[in-house]
């Protein structure tokens, strides 16, 4: 798996925000009695923690009906599993350094992992390309087959590891891609192991996941890297994942290849037993040291979760996209003549799609008054008989049977709850919805509906 940052949504249930990032401000209320910590100047992280912990472990807001006088307790707790993720420290010590810099104080922030070089040219004016060239739309969601065919030849050439275009997959960051990870192969009571010192984010993962993290300690004198004994006598058939993290962060330890290959004998043995490989630092390491990819060692490549990428990050959204966000909100209300005009366009390609079905037998639609879908009831074609198709049964099969007979893709009611309707997207040129209706006509002309409209 490979990760990195392509879009961002900016709105987000601040409730939740306050939970799983730290907060560096005071936030608007809108009613009744939600209270945040606003920044302060004497930070003690340990006062910051127990404090919202303590507030955030159950929140409610009162809320005054207007024809009436009394007041709704309303329930907006968190949910348990939630509750129970500790705030990165590396997140809130660094939220709190930010804060206290736009206030003026000439804090040093070392606490982050970011490094200062700029983006090198020829990535950036890739990225500025692919805006200007109108590449803003959706990709596959396992990512572009372009990405995947070079992350693939970078792991041939430069890991040792042979993999295809659809084993590989994209995601918003190396982050993301270890806790769907983790979501993919662990089971309630399932065990995770990590080696410590861990990256903070291991264990609420495995948490998160409903596994349970068992941490294994090393110590400063074998550069904190795991003994393979320890790991042996801690391994049992509830061990789901072992995660290591080569080179290491917080540690900056690498792991030998006679050391893997140690931990790799030991993994042979246990059946349940998988391997997350988080290797993003691959590349910053320092003579004689080098790096060693588990999924390169005999028997581990069925064994292993790689995961690299561009980014460690999916902690904050894309700084580009928020960026953009910001210009967004700043064309004015309801998003200013740009978005008024693609209103007006949608209006004109809903109109043109209630007239087109309207005239068609079989079909009845509820007209839409927002959005850019219209789902109209098929159920009556339901039953006919497709000649080189066979049977028409539900939303499904007449989807497939009009993106075979007529290469137009459209999505079954029976995803939204609604198996009766298809769902037709108008978020596409006038010219290319005439086109469809056309070949959508054509295609339903030989089949008959089943029931009278």
Known sequence: MAATSTSTSYRLGFRLHQQLAPCSGSHPQTSGA??????????????????????????????????????????????????????????????????????????????????????????????INAIREG????????????????????????????????????????KQSIYQAMLAVCSPGDEVIIPAPFWVSYPEMARLADATPVILPTSISENFLLDPKLLESKLSAKSRLLILCSPSNPTGSVYSKKLLEEIARIVAKHPRLLVLSDEIYEHIIYAPATHISFASLPGMWERTLTVNGFSKFTSGASSISQKAGVAALGLGYAGGEAVSTMVKAFMERRDFLIRSFGEMEGVRMSEPQGAFYLFIDTSSYYGTEAEGFGKI?????????????????????????????????????????????????????????????
Do not use: W
């Open 393 to 453: 049964e539900d939303s499904d099969s007449l989807c497939r049977y009009l993106l075979d007979q007529a290469q137009v893709a459209l999505v079954p009611g029976v995803a939204f709850g609604d198996d009766s309707c298809i769902r037709i997207s108008y978020a596409a040129s006038l010219t290319t919805l005439q086109e469809a209706v056309g070949r959508i006509k054509k295609a339903l002309l030989p089949l008959k509906s089943a029931v009278p409209v």
């Open 135 to 174: 590449f803003t739309r959706y990709t596959p969601n396992a990512g572009t087959q372009e990405l995947r065919v070079a992350i693939c030849h970078k792991l041939k050439e430069e890991n040792g590891i042979s993999y295809t275009p659809d084993q590989i997959l994209v995601s918003n960051g190396a």
């Open 34 to 127: 939600v209270s945040f910590l606003s920044g302060s100047h004497n930070f003690s992280f340990k006062s910051l923690e127990t404090t919202r912990r303590s507030q955030l472990s159950r929140i409610s807001v009162v809320v005054k009906a207007e024809s009436r006088s009394e007041e709704m307790q309303l329930d907006i707790s968190l949910s348990p599993r939630v509750n129970a993720v500790k705030p990165s420290k590396t997140v809130a010590i660094t939220d709190q350094a930010t804060a206290l810099v736009q206030a003026g104080v000439p804090v040093i922030r070392l606490a982050a992992g970011e490094p200062d070089f700029d983006t090198p040219v020829v990535i950036a004016e890739a990225g």
